[in-house]
């Protein structure tokens, strides 16, 4: 009995890593296709790049789309900043997302009794998203093309609309906060004892303006297209 059951938990455990397997392969730009277990590997000063069952190794470059444990990750061309996105939405409408980062130079900003100061440069990284309809040509999945993709949805086309909403409070929330920023300076012009916490207010109305209505956003827009995958299922 023990010995049956040990056969057994070895061919489940079989069945499993050759499914986990089989799941994974690296497409290349010429066609081909190479299944087996992938893995991402990038080391210091040299090019990121795939290997395959621990033997084979492709360059990024060569590749158009993979996928590992981690996921499936399709090319983004030059256009859109010729990097690999990550597949987090599947069906009718495929929505991607990838990492951008970027390095803001620093400026001057006025200060108190006609002087400037100097604010440092910053490191931003945020998410790009990117869809495609029924395998067609991928698009930045920003307010109009997803409107123009989706609108034979309803109820994909009421999240949009609420998405809408919060694009307006972002805009309004960043103008207000800049606009008490310069506020306080200008109030300050001619004060020996500079308080920056007028400053500083402003900042997190601006900030805090844009970055949580942010997540809301991306929330309604993969909430838009599932309800579009799933019409008759999906109701949230």
Do not use: C, H
Not at 85 to 91: H, P, V
Not at 160 to 165: A, M, S, V
Not at 209 to 221: G, M, N, Q, V
């Amino acid at each position: 009995m023990k010995k049956l059951i040990s056969f057994f938990l070895v061919a489940i455990t079989f069945t499993t890593l050759v499914l986990s397997q089989s799941n994974q392969f690296v497409e290349l730009k010429n066609g081909t296709r190479i299944e087996g277990t992938v893995v991402y590997q990038s080391k210091m000063f040299k090019s990121p790049r795939l290997i395959v069952n621990d033997t084979t190794s492709y360059p990024l470059r060569e590749v158009k789309a993979y996928q590992t444990e981690d996921g499936y990750f399709l090319r983004i061309e030059k256009g859109f900043g010729d990097d690999f996105a990550k597949r987090i939405e599947e069906g009718n409408i495929d929505l991607y997302t990838r990492t951008v980062n970027s390095f803001g130079g620093g400026s001057w900003v006025p200060g108190p009794n006609g002087t400037q100061m100097y604010m440092g440069p910053n490191f931003n990284s945020s998410q790009v998203e990117y869809f495609s309809k029924d395998g067609g040509e991928l698009q930045k999945a920003n307010a109009r093309n997803l409107k123009r993709a989706l609108a034979d949805n309803v109820m994909s086309m009421s999240y949009l609309k609420k998405r809408d909403g919060l694009t307006a409070v972002q805009v309004i929330g960043v103008i207000g906060g800049i606009a008490i920023g310069a506020a306080s300076v200008a109030s300050q012009a001619d004060s020996e004892d500079f308080n920056a916490s007028g400053v500083i207010i402003g900042g997190l109305i601006a900030s805090g303006s844009s970055w949580i209505p942010y997540f809301a956003k991306k929330d309604l827009t993969q909430k838009a297209i599932r309800a579009y995958n799933n019409p008759d299922r999906y109701n949230e």
